[in-house]
């Protein structure tokens, strides 16, 4: 059997340094050492030993030689400068005052909004990410975000577990997808998580912050939309459905419910938020009574309607009294007619009833994501403010210099004709959406003058989800929430010409084997004139 390995024994050293070589590749791309990495190294190093051990001769000779002698100083010094590096490396990677982020566009600096909402944790928040082994590329992703989060807190610690070789923990925080984070903070009967899919999107930052804002959140924000007349429903199943907007309060901490105010008489104790978009008849008076009632005891409403008068439904509910009330309480005024913008208008349609909105007004509503991309809304009317005692007004978006408020409904719906009337219509700019404050009771009001913006058709396009979230964020008086302002991305390709594109492939390809070359033929000629001399 010796004999027989001792004939082979010349190919170990090879097959143990490739071994070796292609343990440490897939370490490098897995970068984690698991049982195949572990196992290509031990194999390898098994080969190199049974080497040594069946022809130690060859060995100590190969180790005598004067060569070997100089190699391993050299190799031993490598070695040496490169634990002096490492080693200095994880003194600086401990250290996070040591950090600084090089990059352009901060990457490796958390959102100066998450920041801020981690700058007073006074409780540990543990995360637990269930990725699968596939899964790498987006765990490598979450966390870089998880120790750009750890550098300016102590409080955040983490781990990652494969839900399909722990099943059992996957179970016990009701994790059924993988590549889930769940964000723990306390614990027993004060323990508080929330949970969101990881899928390495290019909001993940974003995302994550809104996982900390729910497990932060104590109190569960609860928004209820109103029901009975017709409005825009968060059922799903609906024609027109604003079940996209459900989706997105819920990624922000909100818990949303039907609310049918005809039948319940009064609005819930627990509501933050009672939403009320696009009605198609009138309210009651027992429900504007309840209404009136919940905001002067510091409730929050939104209320959207726009002028797209398709039915004598909605006439009728133009005159159900809550836009007297709105007029009379907080100074806003739902005004009859269509704003026509043709400086900003959409290029799909043929009249400018839908078109872009990049002005926005000074507001806690209004961050740099939202007035950095602009609204899209589709027939949507005028809102102008009136001052009255006690309420704090704010214009959050309004339309350029060019449009106006076209009171000639029929003409328009009818005919397609829109004329500005100096004397009946309002010149622009106008408001689409504005803001009001109750000093006194606290409450908070605000009014769109679109509903088409809130739909699922609608409401990716540019930042209407910001405005429909970052407004009832500030309803539910909660600053905090309002959307993260998503990091700017800078294209960084470089587009090289046809001419230089072919001079850089000769200069890569071609240049060193002519340098080449011309050095094998420079040193054939001179040792051809040392012979010849």
Sequence with gaps: MQERLKSVSPYFPWIGLLLIVFGGVYALITR?????????????????????????????????????RFGLSTVVAILLFSAIIIFLYYIAYQ???WRYDVTGEDSFTPLPETEALLSNLDEPIHVIGFFAAAQFAQQDQAKQILENLASITNQITWEFVDPEANPLVAQQYEVSLSGTLVFI???????????????????????????????????????YFLEGHGELSIDPTAEISASSLDSVLSDSGFDTESLNLALTGAVPDDASVIVLIDQLAPLQDNELQAISDYLAG???????????????????????????????????????????????????VAVPIGFGIFDFGVSPIVN????GTGLIVFTARSVALQPVEGITQATIAQTSAGAWGETNLDALLNQGIFNYDAEADSLGPVAIAVSADNSVTGGRVVVVGDTDLFTNDLLSA????????NALNWLSDDE????????DVVQRQVVIPLTQMSFLWFVSLCF???????????IFVSRRRRVVA
């Design 512 to 522: 060193p084997s002519l340098i080449a070359i011309i050095i094998g033929v420079a």
């Design 368 to 371: 740099d994501a939202l007035s």
């Design 185 to 223: 903070q306390g614990e027993g009967a004060d323990e508080t998580t929330s949970r969101m899919t990881f899928l390495g999107s290019t909001n993940a930052e974003g995302d994550i912050h809104n996982a900390l804002v729910r497990v932060l959140s104590a109190v569960q924000k609860k928004i």
């Design 462 to 469: 540019g930042a209407n989800y910001l405005l429909a979230s």
């Design 95 to 97: 250290n996070n005052d």
């Design 32 to 68: 984690e050492f698991e049982l195949i990495t572990n196992s290509l190294l031990a194999v390898g190093a098994l080969f190199l030993l049974l080497f040594a051990v069946l022809e130690p001769d060859r060995v100590r000779k190969q180790i005598d030689s004067r060569g070997v």
């Design 480 to 487: 905090v929430s309002i959307a993260v302002t998503p990091r």
């Design 298 to 348: 510091g409730g929050s409403m939104l209320v959207a309607r726009d002028w797209h008068f398709i039915s004598d439904e909605r006439l009728r509910a133009e005159q159900d009294g809550l836009r007297a009330y709105l007029v009379d309480e907080w100074g806003i005024q739902l005004r009859t007619d269509a704003v026509i913008d043709p400086v900003n208008m959409l290029a799909n």
